[in-house]
């Protein structure tokens, strides 16, 4: 039986993360995961990397590219005529990316010094873990084990997938031909990332919506704003509708839902169910392990990603909390730096949120409304990318930077983007909630001109009433 210091279950950037630092600070670290590649390869990263985060990222940026040539550089004064889009090719770019990225990761796992065991790895105890592969198993000795076993698609039972008509956000990163006609059951992140590439490529998408509202986590300001440009788009909106059958057929997919109103059947060439995430906790452990999790299956965390074994951590999406990579990767690098016995912590106070959208949504911290909702006294400042001398020069004046302070202390509660490059700008927000900044200090911190920087300085100043490209009745 080969023996470690810490057997993390799960390559993922939480799991991989994990094992790296555990590995840089002496530990002898083990990696356990199933994913292959196409060629039947190791392929660490896990959903991010191989299925989720990466490649439909690299799909927006090349259909926003693709939209950007058709429509957006006739007023920099460059003519293109016949503009196409050859779809294998960008699969094909898609898979090169994701290659490259997890095959990184492989090397930095040797590198590293971290063993990477392919199979499928369960707890069987607080210090051993069973590796399942082709048939075969082993068991390895640990004094610390580390659960990063990510998550998948959660299912609808009235949309079975089958990854042709109807698929998850794998199938949807996949398809051969561009369908004429989609219909995204649930209009939440992935939803709109994924429903925004295929869109811009010439289908007719319809987002489906139980409920009224529209992205319920965001600011109300940033995704009424989202919602109403979705809809310059051409983006169909059913919101309070609810799926109450269907039918698959070489013609496509015929839905049946109903409102309050009504009920309605209508026929896509395609379905992508995107209905959220669960955890990946099923034969995970051992039942006489006594591991705990919530009805949901999550696994139960203290903090500090403690369970209720000793010496076994949860990280990532398999823990209550926010689905994000990085939360994840913050927690894998916490969860190393304890089991080796320094200090750490994970500020989930601070954990910036980004929809990869057109433009782009950021946020971090408190909502306006979850504000209000409290009771506790702000202020507000907002500031344009339309009165920002950068993006003008860009074209890209779509958008605003909202900043929330204690009306008292001053103290930010929040900053929300919409706008250009606003994945990159959200970070400046979050290092100024780290140190537990205020708006005037933003206020009175020096931004490069021109820069779209500047509106987050702008917007800090109009927290005061400062702001000075900002006209205000006298």
């Not at 005529?81 to 990184?104: C, F, I, Y």
């Not at 390895?140 to 076993?149: E, F, G, K, N, Q």
């Not at 909702?373 to 860009?394: E, H, L, M, P, T």
């Amino acid at each position: 039986m080969d023996t470690y210091d810490v057997v993390v279950i799960g390559a993922g950037p939480a799991g991989y993360v994990a094992a790296i630092r555990c590995a840089q600070l002496g530990l002898k670290t083990a990696c356990v995961d199933d994913w292959l590649n196409e060629q039947g390869e190791p392929s660490p990263g896990g959903t991010c990397l191989n299925v989720g985060c990466i490649p439909s990222k690299v799909l927006l940026e090349s259909t926003r590219l693709y939209q950007h040539a058709q429509t957006g550089l006739a007023e920099h004064g460059i003519v293109s005529q016949g503009v196409s889009m050859q779809l294998d090719t960008l699969l094909a770019r898609k898979q090169r990316v994701v290659g490259e990225l997890t095959g990184g990761v492989r090397l930095l796992l040797q590198a590293n010094g971290v063993t990477l065991i392919s199979g499928r790895g369960k707890l069987l105890a607080a210090d051993r873990v069973e590796v399942s592969h082709n048939g075969n198993t082993q068991t390895l000795s640990a004094r610390h084990v580390i659960l990063a076993p990510g998550s998948r698609p959660r299912e609808h039972k009235l949309l079975p997938v089958d990854q042709e008509r109807i698929v998850d956000s794998t199938g949807a990163l996949a398809f051969e031909a561009v369908p004429e006609s989609l219909a995204v059951i649930g209009a939440g992140v992935i939803g709109l990332e994924l429903g925004s590439v295929w869109q811009r490529l010439g289908s007719k998408v319809h987002l489906f919506k139980t409920s009224g509202g529209f992205l319920s986590a965001a600011d109300r300001d940033l995704a009424e704003q989202l919602r109403t440009d979705f809809a310059g788009h051409g983006f169909a909106f059913h919101f309070e509708s609810y799926i109450t059958g269907c039918k698959v057929d070489d013609q496509g997919v015929t839905l049946e839902y109903k409102t309050k109103e009504q009920t309605f059947r209508e026929t896509f060439d395609r379905v992508l169910v995107a209905i959220g995430r669960v955890p990946n906790t099923e034969d995970l452990f051992a039942s006489q392990t006594g591991l705990q999790c919530d009805p949901r299956g999550f696994i139960k965390v203290d903090e500090q990603c403690r369970t209720s074994l000793a010496n076994v951590y949860a990280i990532g999406d398999a823990v209550p909390g926010p689905m994000l990579a990085h939360k994840g990767s913050e927690e894998g690098l916490m969860v190393a730096s304890l089991i080796a016995g320094q200090f750490a912590e994970v500020n989930h106070d601070t954990i910036p949120f980004v929809i990869y959208t057109h433009p782009e949504v950021a946020w971090v911290g408190a909502t306006e409304q979850a504000l209000q909702d409290s009771g506790r006294a702000y202020r507000v400042g907002n500031f344009s990318f339309a009165a920002n001398g950068r993006a003008r020069a860009i074209g890209e004046t779509t958008g605003l930077i909202k900043v929330l302070a204690d009306a008292q202390s001053d103290q930010i509660l929040g900053v929300h983007i919409i706008g250009p490059q606003a994945a990159e700008l959200i970070s400046q927000a979050v290092q100024a909630m780290n140190f537990g900044a205020s708006s005037e200090d933003i206020a009175l911190t020096l931004f490069a001109h021109p820069s779209l920087s500047e509106v987050l300085h702008e917007a800090a100043m109009d927290v005061n009433l400062m702001a000075i490209h900002k006209a205000r009745p006298r």
